[in-house]
T-cell receptor, first 114, second 111 residues
Framework: KAGVTQTPRYLIKTRGQQVTLSCSPISGHRSVSWYQQTPGQGLQFLFE???????NKGNFPGRFSGRQFSNSRSEMNVSTLELGDSALYLCASSLDAGLYTEAFFGQGTRLTVV | DAKTTQPTSMDCAEGRAANLPCNHS???????VYWYRQIHSQGPQYIIH???NNETNEMASLIITEDRKSSTLILPHATLRDTAVYYC????????????FGTGTSLTVIP
């Protein structure tokens, strides 16, 4: 089956702009989570969406937002970009069924803010 | 969520078993131990998870101590493709993949 697809793979934006990243989960998966990975802070949880509702949220400013569509595809948006937002943004999907959560990650979108 | 402690880096000879330790002394009764790995420039990959029993799958074995305060991930025959950062995570189930990844162990498999 197809894996988690993130688009675009690479992106360069200017400080102050906004950006939208897309994530298509594995077919049948209803939970989509987003992570930011930087050399200094490592992998940090941004938020999780389930059935079009934000269910969990990490400790990031309001400039970071997301949404999920009825087909479980998700987008995240970062407004008023700062240089420190340069990072690898990863999305993960899971069934969200049963007792355990096995998350499948995409290849990520590498965002560079100049 | 329970914090985990892992060595920063380890080396392993190709073909030998790689034993990656993890300390989770504050783990609570309903938190599972998960292992993920991240090969350079890729997204993390699920390896294995367990609650209190030892577990084995096609990738690895997970040994959890009886008091659940530590665990060891075993890659039985390490290959060069196993070179990656390995993350040990203690997490309750069904929390929306809200994992605390920590810094992980950078495993280098040496030819």
């Amino acid at each position: 089956k197809a894996g988690v697809t993130q688009t675009p793979r690479y992106l360069i934006k200017t400080r102050g702009q906004q950006v939208t990243l897309s994530c298509s989960p594995i077919s049948g998966h209803r939970s989509v989570s987003w992570y930011q990975q930087t050399p200094g802070q490592g992998l940090q949880f941004l938020f999780e969406y389930f059935s079009e509702t934000q269910r969990n949220k990490g400790n990031f400013p309001g400039r970071f937002s997301g949404r999920q569509f009825s087909n479980s595809r998700s987008e995240m948006n970062v407004s008023t970009l700062e240089l420190g937002d340069s990072a690898l943004y990863l999305c993960a999907s899971s069934l969200d069924a049963g007792l355990y959560t096995e998350a499948f990650f995409g290849q990520g979108t590498r965002l560079t803010v100049v | 969520d329970a914090k985990t402690t892992q060595p920063t880096s380890m080396d392993c000879a190709e073909g030998r078993a790689a034993n990656l330790p993890c300390n989770h002394s504050t783990i609570s009764g309903n938190e599972y131990v998960y292992w993920y790995r991240q090969i350079h420039s890729q997204g993390p990959q699920y390896i294995i998870h367990g609650l209190k029993n030892n577990e084995t799958n096609e990738m690895a074995s997970l040994i959890i101590t009886e008091d659940r305060k530590s665990s060891t991930l075993i890659l039985p025959h390490a290959t060069l493709r196993d070179t990656a950062v390995y993350y040990c995570i203690a997490e309750k189930p069904n929390t929306g993949n809200q994992f605390y990844f920590g810094t992980g162990t950078s495993l280098t498999v040496i030819p």
